[in-house]
Protein backbone atom coordinates (compact mmCIF):
# COMPACT_ATOMS: atom_id res chain seq x y z
CA UNK A 1 0.00 0.00 0.00
CA UNK A 2 3.02 2.27 1.28
CA UNK A 3 4.24 2.11 -2.31
CA UNK A 4 1.05 2.49 -4.51
CA UNK A 5 0.70 5.78 -2.64
CA UNK A 6 4.54 6.65 -3.26
CA UNK A 7 3.60 5.96 -6.86
CA UNK A 8 0.45 8.25 -7.01
CA UNK A 9 2.60 11.18 -5.39
CA UNK A 10 5.27 10.88 -7.93
CA UNK A 11 2.75 10.82 -10.35
CA UNK A 12 0.84 13.76 -9.44
CA UNK A 13 4.34 15.67 -8.99
CA UNK A 14 5.35 15.00 -12.42
CA UNK A 15 2.13 16.06 -13.81
CA UNK A 16 2.31 19.41 -11.49
CA UNK A 17 5.78 20.22 -13.14
CA UNK A 18 4.75 19.39 -16.70
CA UNK A 19 1.59 21.57 -16.37
CA UNK A 20 4.52 23.94 -14.81
CA UNK A 21 6.96 23.91 -17.54
CA UNK A 22 4.58 24.28 -20.09
CA UNK A 23 2.87 27.46 -19.57
CA UNK A 24 4.53 30.39 -20.83
CA UNK A 25 4.99 33.26 -17.75
CA UNK A 26 2.59 35.60 -18.30
CA UNK A 27 3.46 38.94 -16.21
CA UNK A 28 1.45 40.50 -13.81
CA UNK A 29 -1.89 42.69 -15.69
CA UNK A 30 -1.45 40.80 -18.85
CA UNK A 31 -0.77 38.69 -21.59
CA UNK A 32 3.36 37.85 -22.02
CA UNK A 33 5.13 40.43 -23.14
CA UNK A 34 5.06 41.41 -27.05
CA UNK A 35 2.46 39.01 -27.99
CA UNK A 36 -0.58 40.38 -29.87
CA UNK A 37 1.16 43.52 -30.36
CA UNK A 38 1.66 46.34 -33.08
CA UNK A 39 4.80 48.68 -32.95
CA UNK A 40 5.69 51.66 -35.64
CA UNK A 41 8.87 53.57 -36.32
CA UNK A 42 9.49 55.88 -38.42
CA UNK A 43 12.36 57.87 -39.96
CA UNK A 44 11.84 61.29 -39.87
CA UNK A 45 8.77 62.19 -37.41
CA UNK A 46 8.86 65.47 -38.12
CA UNK A 47 5.57 66.85 -40.21
CA UNK A 48 5.14 66.87 -43.98
CA UNK A 49 8.29 65.16 -43.72
CA UNK A 50 8.89 63.16 -47.23
CA UNK A 51 9.93 60.10 -48.32
CA UNK A 52 9.40 58.21 -44.72
CA UNK A 53 10.61 54.98 -43.84
CA UNK A 54 7.81 53.17 -42.09
CA UNK A 55 8.45 49.54 -40.18
CA UNK A 56 5.75 48.00 -38.26
CA UNK A 57 6.41 45.13 -36.15
CA UNK A 58 3.25 42.88 -35.29
CA UNK A 59 3.72 40.47 -32.69
CA UNK A 60 1.11 37.69 -32.80
CA UNK A 61 0.17 34.00 -33.55
CA UNK A 62 1.49 32.75 -36.59
CA UNK A 63 1.43 29.70 -38.68
CA UNK A 64 4.81 27.72 -39.09
CA UNK A 65 6.12 31.73 -38.15
CA UNK A 66 4.16 32.68 -41.73
CA UNK A 67 2.37 36.12 -41.34
CA UNK A 68 -0.33 34.79 -43.74
CA UNK A 69 -1.77 36.69 -46.34
CA UNK A 70 -2.93 39.71 -47.32
CA UNK A 71 -2.12 41.74 -44.60
CA UNK A 72 -4.48 45.18 -45.11
CA UNK A 73 -2.19 48.03 -43.73
CA UNK A 74 -4.37 51.18 -42.86
CA UNK A 75 -2.22 54.41 -42.92
CA UNK A 76 -3.57 57.70 -41.20
CA UNK A 77 -5.89 59.78 -43.62
CA UNK A 78 -3.51 62.41 -43.51
CA UNK A 79 -0.82 60.80 -44.65
CA UNK A 80 0.82 61.08 -48.41
CA UNK A 81 0.01 57.65 -49.38
CA UNK A 82 0.88 57.48 -53.60
CA UNK A 83 -1.93 55.49 -55.83
CA UNK A 84 0.61 52.32 -56.72
CA UNK A 85 3.38 50.69 -54.69
CA UNK A 86 5.93 48.33 -55.99
CA UNK A 87 6.24 45.14 -54.41
CA UNK A 88 9.97 45.51 -53.67
CA UNK A 89 8.96 49.30 -51.80
CA UNK A 90 7.08 46.78 -49.09
CA UNK A 91 9.37 44.38 -47.38
CA UNK A 92 8.00 41.02 -45.43
CA UNK A 93 10.84 40.01 -42.77
CA UNK A 94 13.16 41.41 -45.31
CA UNK A 95 11.79 39.78 -48.56
CA UNK A 96 9.62 41.59 -51.06
CA UNK A 97 6.12 41.62 -51.26
CA UNK A 98 4.23 39.37 -53.69
CA UNK A 99 2.23 41.69 -54.32
CA UNK A 100 0.84 45.35 -53.25
CA UNK A 101 -2.73 47.18 -53.84
CA UNK A 102 -3.43 50.44 -53.27
CA UNK A 103 -6.90 51.53 -51.83
CA UNK A 104 -6.84 55.29 -50.46
CA UNK A 105 -4.77 55.02 -47.35
CA UNK A 106 -5.23 51.19 -47.24
CA UNK A 107 -2.19 49.13 -48.51
CA UNK A 108 -2.94 45.22 -49.03
CA UNK A 109 0.05 42.99 -48.78
CA UNK A 110 0.28 39.67 -50.34
CA UNK A 111 3.16 37.62 -48.69
CA UNK A 112 5.23 35.42 -50.82
CA UNK A 113 4.22 32.05 -50.34
CA UNK A 114 6.53 29.90 -48.90
CA UNK A 115 7.30 26.29 -49.81
CA UNK A 116 8.65 23.19 -48.46
CA UNK A 117 7.41 20.76 -45.85
CA UNK A 118 4.16 21.05 -44.30
CA UNK A 119 3.88 22.38 -41.17
CA UNK A 120 0.97 22.99 -38.51
CA UNK A 121 2.87 25.04 -35.99
CA UNK A 122 0.82 27.87 -33.99
CA UNK A 123 3.50 29.56 -32.44
CA UNK A 124 4.36 33.40 -31.10
CA UNK A 125 6.13 35.35 -33.50
CA UNK A 126 6.88 38.54 -35.15
CA UNK A 127 6.31 39.91 -38.80
CA UNK A 128 8.05 43.17 -39.47
CA UNK A 129 6.65 45.10 -42.47
CA UNK A 130 8.99 47.69 -44.07
CA UNK A 131 7.79 50.75 -46.36
CA UNK A 132 11.00 51.60 -47.79
CA UNK A 133 11.74 54.89 -48.51
CA UNK A 134 11.09 54.32 -52.84
CA UNK A 135 7.09 53.48 -51.20
CA UNK A 136 6.89 57.49 -51.01
CA UNK A 137 5.11 57.66 -48.05
CA UNK A 138 4.87 60.95 -46.73
CA UNK A 139 4.15 62.01 -43.16
CA UNK A 140 0.94 64.32 -42.15
CA UNK A 141 1.11 68.22 -42.58
CA UNK A 142 -0.08 69.08 -38.91
CA UNK A 143 1.53 67.71 -35.81
CA UNK A 144 -0.15 65.17 -33.14
CA UNK A 145 -0.92 61.53 -32.71
CA UNK A 146 -1.78 58.98 -35.58
CA UNK A 147 -2.97 55.67 -35.48
CA UNK A 148 -1.80 53.02 -37.36
CA UNK A 149 -3.97 49.50 -38.02
CA UNK A 150 -3.34 46.36 -39.36
CA UNK A 151 -5.54 43.77 -40.14
CA UNK A 152 -4.68 40.09 -40.39
CA UNK A 153 -7.29 37.36 -41.06
CA UNK A 154 -10.26 38.96 -38.71
CA UNK A 155 -7.48 40.29 -36.52
CA UNK A 156 -6.97 43.90 -36.18
CA UNK A 157 -3.63 45.63 -34.48
CA UNK A 158 -3.65 49.22 -33.66
CA UNK A 159 -0.76 51.69 -32.58
CA UNK A 160 -0.24 55.23 -32.21
CA UNK A 161 2.55 57.40 -34.24
CA UNK A 162 3.21 61.17 -32.62
CA UNK A 163 4.25 63.46 -35.42
CA UNK A 164 6.27 66.84 -34.49
CA UNK A 165 6.02 70.31 -35.78
Same mark, same amino acid.
Given at each position: ????V??? @??????? @??????????????????????????????????K???????????????????????????????????????V????????????????? /???????????????????? /???? /??? @?????????? /?????????????????????
Amino acid at each position: MSRAVTLL @ALAAGFA @ATASAAAAPPVPIGGSPVGEDSLSASLSSMKAKAKPVELTLKLHAELVCDQPGSPLIVALPADASVPTKLAPAAVLVDGKPSAAVAVTAHRV /TITTAHVGGILCHVVAPGLV /TLRF /TKS @AELGNPASPG /TYTISVQRGRSTYRTAIHISA
